[in-house]
Structures are given as structure tokens and as C-alpha cells.
């Protein structure tokens, strides 16, 4: 595996570490006056432990596509069109919405990331939070993102396409996993030494995050298209 691969793999996890799942419920638990250190890592270790086991049974399920597509990449029609996708792609995660782009608005479209937050809250730190209902709401938010992460789609065909043997592509999917709940210990540490007065500085930031969640997508975009128009400009030169 390359170095672009694994600077492109270590951003996308850190893309997946902005989620509603992966910190902003995280951070609602930190403001908590009194912060349950063992539920917050029960709920962390139930996301990552679903998201590992996802990705582990993608990597393995998908070798097939890489015999597939190797039979296809010395397609130099294929190669271009790749290019082509891979700076498109990367438009798009620069300078967001194409539609945007002509004077175009996007049509309104009604967010319920906030409330859905707001709900899953009162169980995590609300008089009836338990370690059961806490890894629930780990498990439900894990379920509900997956499907529509494409930084974590992407990082699965990234690893899958690298070719690596069992031993070696299963730890690199653990630590991916690992990258994208480590902010969340990382404040848990510094919650813990710094107490309330971090209060209002986690407050911002869980607004911020939870306004600014639909944006994750462009950054997967631009990490993806330049991935992608990387591998096919190689290709074409070669």
C-alpha cells in the first residue's frame, strides 16, 4: 500500500471522525456534568466494533471485484474516463453543490440530524442511561450512518484494491476504525482534565458539528477524486 493510499485512508477516517455518530453524540455525553467514563467508552467501543466488522466483511466479500477490474485496467479508454470522474469529483468537494455553480439553488431540504441528536441524548445522559441503552444508541446511530458514509465506502475499496493478505489488510481496517473515534477519546481526555471549564467550548463545537455535518460529504468527494485521478494519471503515463 502507497503512501498516497494511506494518507488518503487516514483522512477519510478522519473525515468519518466528524459524524453525528462518532463525535457529536460523544461530545453531548462530555457535556454532561457528570461525565460516565465507562458508558462513553462502552458507546465508542460498540461504534467502532460495528463499523470493524462491517469493514472487515466488505473487504473480504469484495476481493472478487479486484480479479474483475484487473482485467480492465490497462483499458486506456477506461483509464481516462477515470481521470475524468477523479476530477470531477474533486471539483465537487471544492466548491460543493454543482448547482451552485450556475446561479442555482438547491431545492430547501429539511435536516433532522439535530433532533435526531437531541432524542438520542436523553438516552445516553438522561436519567434512564444505562450501558445497555447507551450501546443501543451506538449500535442505532452505527446503522443508521453506514449506508450513507461514502468516506468509509471509499476507504473499504482503497484497502480492498491495495491487494493485501489477510494479515495484513485486517489490522489496517482496525486502525482505521481506531482513527475515527480517536478525537472523541482524545476530548474525553481533556474533558476529564480540564472538567466544566470545557463546557462551553464542547457546546460550540457540538453545534458546529451537527449544522456542519452534511459537509463531510465534500471532503470524502475531494479525498476520493484525488485518489482516483492519482491512480489513473499514473496509469496513463505509464
Known amino acids: 500500500m502507497g503512501i498516497a ?8 477516517a478522519l473525515v468519518d471522525s466528524t459524524s453525528i455518530g462518532t463525535l457529536v453524540l460523544p461530545l453531548l455525553m462530555l457535556l454532561s456534568p ?12 460498540t ?6 466488522a ?8 469484495a476481493g472478487w471485484l ?43 431540504r ?19 442511561a444505562t450501558y445497555a441503552a447507551v450501546m443501543g444508541v451506538g449500535l442505532l446511530a452505527a446503522l443508521v450512518e453506514v449506508a450513507s458514509m461514502l468516506p468509509f465506502l471509499a476507504a ?10 489477510v494479515v495484513a489488510w485486517v489490522p489496517v481496517v482496525l486502525a482505521y476504525t481506531l482513527v475515527m473515534v480517536l478525537p472523541a477519546l482524545v476530548l474525553l ?15 460550540r463545537l457540538s453545534g458546529w458539528l451537527t449544522r456542519q455535518s452534511g459537509n463531510a460529504l465534500y471532503w470524502a468527494l475531494a479525498i476520493v477524486g484525488i485518489l482516483l485521478a492519482q491512480d489513473a494519471s499514473s496509469a496513463l503515463s505509464s
Do not use: C, K
Request: proline share 7%.
Open 110 to 128: 429539511a435536516d433532522a440530524a439535530p433532533d435526531r441528536a437531541s432524542r438520542w441524548r436523553d438516552r445516553l445522559v438522561g436519567p434512564d
Open 5 to 12: 493510499a494511506v494518507a488518503g485512508l487516514v483522512g477519510l
Open 54 to 61: 462491517v469493514g472487515l466483511a466488505l473487504v473480504a466479500g
Open 66 to 108: 479486484v480479479d474483475v477490474a484487473s482485467g480492465l485496467a490497462e483499458n486506456r479508454p477506461l483509464r481516462q474516463a477515470q481521470l475524468v470522474v477523479g476530477v470531477a469529483m474533486l471539483a465537487v468537494g471544492i466548491f460543493g453543490d454543482p448547482r451552485r455553480w450556475f446561479g442555482r439553488r438547491p431545492p430547501p
Open 34 to 45: 457528570r461525565v460516565h467514563v465507562g458508558r462513553f467508552v462502552a458507546y465508542l467501543a
Open 156 to 165: 473499504v475499496g482503497i484497502i480492498t484494491a491495495a491487494d493485501l493478505p
Open 47 to 52: 461504534v467502532a466494533g460495528f463499523y470493524a
Open 189 to 203: 481526555g481533556v474533558r476529564l482534565a480540564l472538567g466544566s471549564r470545557l463546557e462551553r467550548p464542547l457546546a
